[in-house]
């Protein structure tokens, strides 16, 4: 099977696009964005957020009518002043201050190798729209649905599904895939390089509690008010030992405090188009510590215990950093520069975000 991503004549934008005014798009780049003319009828209603990455004189260019800011290093500098060390250098990280600048209540972000996917019918894949659709709908981490989700169109709860639990629980966080290039590490790639993916599974899925996932940040979205100061793409790339673990230690922060306030995951539609893969050798250098590490990181993970009083998700994820500095610090020294870190993000988040302006929530 040969896949192809959509083309523009394919697209069309939809009726009235959803959340206009309460949804930015974030986008991390080294390199002109010609690839937003593909999502032009999608994006083109909602504000960008750019954050560019690498050196700071280059000029990024934007194709015309769409409505956006642009952040490089200088301004990352100038806005956070010593916090800035806190955001990544040189690597896809830098997304997250993107996150922390935003107003809005939603977030979706992509990758500028991402184009619009097809569905086996052939019909453009509006991933904005089923973002959307998975964060105003429930999730139900508590029990497992044989369904999937019972909110999508021609399914519900299944026989023996409790009723007591039939509410669910608000979506912080709604994951999507990938066709074409699938998302691997440097030793799958190494090892299947020819490797594409041609299936188009048409489920949406809650993750339960107490289950860790591989967060990608490449087409993600999220609850801006009930997860945002979580999601915190760590220190990677220049200056540090690993890189391409931004999303993943997210991925597993997230979980955690999600699991712990009651909050749900949704993992599966949408799909993009991954157009490009990176370069398997880099990437091994950029993985290799983390692909040790992550044998003790992972179990780290699972046996958290939040304590009860952590009622936000700053103070979860103060308290997660403490952990991190106490439990991880002994794998290798760069987790006690890491923990550090996540309390400075925490601190410029706080400061870009009074508390008191995020629905009264006080960190």
């Excluded at 590490?293 to 403490?322: G, H, S």
Aim: proline share 8%; glycine share 6%.
């Amino acid at each position: 099977m040969v896949l192809e991503p959509a083309t523009a004549t394919q697209t069309a934008a939809p009726a009235m696009p959803q959340l206009k005014d309460e949804l930015d798009i974030v986008i991390p780049t080294i390199r002109n964005l010609d690839f937003l003319e593909m999502w032009r009828p999608f994006f083109q209603p909602y504000h960008l957020i750019i954050v560019q990455d690498g050196d700071p004189s280059k000029t990024i260019k934007v194709p015309p009518g769409f409505d956006y800011e642009l952040y490089n290093r200088n301004d990352i500098n100038k806005i956070l002043g010593p916090k800035a060390s806190c955001i990544s250098f040189k690597d896809s990280a830098c997304r997250c201050f993107g996150y922390m600048v935003s107003k809005k209540k939603y977030i979706f972000t992509i990758d500028d190798d991402c184009f619009v996917a097809k569905d086996p019918s052939g019909k453009a894949v509006n991933a904005l729209e089923q973002h959307i659709k998975n964060l105003l709908c429930p999730s139900t981490p508590f029990f497992f649905n044989t369904l999937y989700d019972p909110f999508r169109e021609g399914a519900d709860f299944v026989r023996g599904y409790p009723f007591s639990l039939r509410e669910g629980v608000p979506t912080a966080v709604s994951h999507g895939l990938w066709l074409n290039i699938p998302d691997y590490d440097a030793p799958t790639q190494l090892v299947k390089p020819l490797e594409r993916n041609t299936r188009f599974v048409d489920a949406v899925l809650t993750i339960p509690k107490g289950t860790l996932f591989p967060m990608c940040g490449m087409n993600l979205a999220f609850d801006r008010d009930l997860i945002g100061p979580a999601m915190y793409f760590g220190l990677m790339g220049d200056g540090q030992p690993i890189g391409r673990y931004d999303d993943m230690w997210a991925g597993w922060c997230i979980k955690v405090i999600c699991d712990h306030l009651g909050l749900g995951v949704k993992t599966g539609l949408p799909y993009i188009y991954h157009s490009k893969a990176s370069n398997p050798f880099v990437n091994l250098r950029k993985e290799y510590k983390g692909i040790f590490w992550q044998e003790e990181i992972i179990p780290f993970f699972q046996q958290v215990v939040l304590p009860k009083d952590c009622t936000t998700v700053q103070k979860c994820y103060i308290e997660l950093a403490k952990q991190v500095k106490e439990k991880l610090s002994k794998v290798d020294p760069y987790f006690d520069k890491l923990g550090d870190a996540m309390v400075t993000w925490i601190k410029a988040w706080d400061e870009l975000n009074p508390p008191s302006v995020l629905n009264g929530k006080a960190s």
